[in-house]
T-cell receptor
């Protein structure tokens, strides 16, 4: 199956700083990628849809000025957590669907664990 | 997106026993997907069901989609330690491919 990578796998930052997370589709082109956040022992919550060449669409309650998404190419989407605070500490996961697939499977990256101190 | 309720939240299973996790909705679902997330890992796609009454099997895993397309189940037989993890059901948007996840069933196995 298709492969999605994320970088970094974990990051610790100080409160008030910004952190950028990269999501790459390695062997397919993804016009659309999705960003999720998962708190411990909870489900995945969709944050936003990243669209190549256009603005991301955010889910209700997600601050677009705080979580900046850029989808600059067909294989790369980035999520920047700006002015991070301890409550932003979470597991951030991206996913993408290979448009060549008949089945609408989504491929998830390995996730980025963010800790804000 | 469409909302799905998943039960139970936790399932403690004796190795070798069977168990079932359920996913329910108050509305008709266009599809249902199942994912498995190992501890510390990311979700991995297991199956997609789209037809009323559909049943699919993968070795010891049996997936069902209800006749009314409002519920789905995952049944695992002869549980093994490799089955440890959280199983999520999810509904994918027909036009936007957004996934709405259930709360998940976290499975632990007693050897």
């Amino acid at each position: 199956g298709a492969v999605v990578s994320q970088h970094p796998s974990w990051v610790i930052c100080k409160s008030g700083t910004s952190v950028k997370i990269e999501c790459r589709s390695l062997d397919f082109q993804a016009t659309t990628m999705f960003w999720y956040r998962q708190f411990p022992k909870q489900s995945l919550m969709l944050m936003a849809t990243s669209n190549e060449g256009s603005k991301a669409t955010y889910e209700q309650g997600v601050e677009k000025d705080k979580f900046l998404i850029n989808h600059a190419s067909l294989t790369l989407s980035t999520l920047t957590v700006t002015s991070a605070h301890p409550e932003d500490s979470s597991f951030y996961i991206c996913s993408a669907r290979d448009p060549r697939d008949y089945v609408y499977e989504q491929y998830f990256g390995p996730g980025t664990r963010l800790t804000v101190t | 997106g469409q909302q799905v309720m998943q039960i139970p939240q936790y399932q403690h299973v004796q190795e070798g026993e069977d168990f079932t996790t359920y996913c329910n909705s108050s509305t008709t679902l266009s599809n249902i997907q199942w994912y498995k997330q190992r501890p510390g890992g990311h979700p991995v796609f297991l199956i997609q069901l789209v037809k009323s009454g559909e049943v699919k099997k993968q070795k010891r895993l049996t997936f069902q989609f209800g006749e009314a397309k409002k519920n789905s189940s995952l049944h695992i037989t002869a549980t093994q330690t490799t089955d440890v993890g959280t199983y999520f059901c999810a509904v994918q948007g027909s036009n936007d491919y957004k996934l709405s996840f259930g709360a998940g069933t976290t499975v632990t196995v007693r050897a």
